[in-house]
């Protein structure tokens, strides 16, 4: 049921742009992990960063790039995104697509561990308007915290994978190795009444946290 309908979103909806396709490719053509987000998620990152005005947006998992061209592209021409990387190679790799796609200039990269790079962008001052974690997943939490430690008023968090593969909700799927995290975020962020969330359901599920004005 769930794959029929992401299958049916991504054909009507998806990104088939020939960037985001040249990035997909090269993306598999170095041996990453086939682990982007659907095409149709990646038009509702763009569309979420546009319908908020964020002009300062903060990616921890920057894989080969291609979840940053979809933020990039809902940010204004003087926007910026600030991307967390553990993977050196990875970080390259993503920087040369979205040069390449004409974003030279906008995008930053935090190499190593994101809550050393979260508690050193907060040292700094550094706030953002949305976040977009896609990245190990039993730090997701963690990330979360981090996040809101540098988040200005209003800002959008948004997770990626928290249905993990719909196990988190259907006890007949085989359970991954980060249901029992997902389960843990979803129902920790749902019981928080100083922010306003929900969950998308579109690829593996996006969670989407509001933080107050």
């Known amino acids: 049921m769930m794959k029929a309908m992401n299958d049916y979103t991504n054909r009507l909806f ?3 742009d020939a960037t985001s396709r040249a990035i997909l490719q090269a993306i598999e053509d170095e041996g990453l992990p086939q682990i982007s ?3 149709a998620a990646a038009r509702w990152l763009t569309m ?5 005005g964020a002009e300062r947006v903060l990616e921890i998992g920057a894989l080969g790039g291609y979840s940053g061209l979809a933020l990039l592209r809902g940010l204004p021409s003087t926007g910026t995104l600030t991307s ?3 993977n050196e190679s990875y970080a390259h790799l993503a920087k040369h697509h979205l040069e390449e796609a004409g974003f030279q200039g906008r995008v930053s990269y935090e190499i190593g561990d994101a809550m050393t790079s ?3 962008l907060d040292a700094r001052g550094e706030t953002y308007d949305f976040f977009f974690i896609d990245a190990n997943k039993d730090g997701y939490a963690d990330y979360v915290e981090g996040a809101m430690r540098l988040a200005r008023p209003g800002a959008l968090i948004v997770l990626d994978n928290v249905f993990a593969g719909g196990s988190v909700y259907d006890d007949r799927i085989e359970a991954k190795t980060s249901t029992p995290f997902m389960k843990r975020l979803n129902a920790m962020i749902a019981s928080r009444t100083d922010v306003r969330a929900n969950l998308l359901p579109i690829g593996d599920g ?3 946290i509001e933080l107050p004005q």
């Not at 979420?48 to 908020?52: E, P, Q």
């Open 14 to 16: 998806g990104t088939n």
């Open 37 to 39: 987000v659907s095409p």
């Open 48 to 52: 979420l960063v546009s319908m908020t």
């Open 84 to 86: 967390l990387e553990l």
């Open 118 to 120: 979260l508690a050193e």
């Open 206 to 208: 996006f969670l989407v």
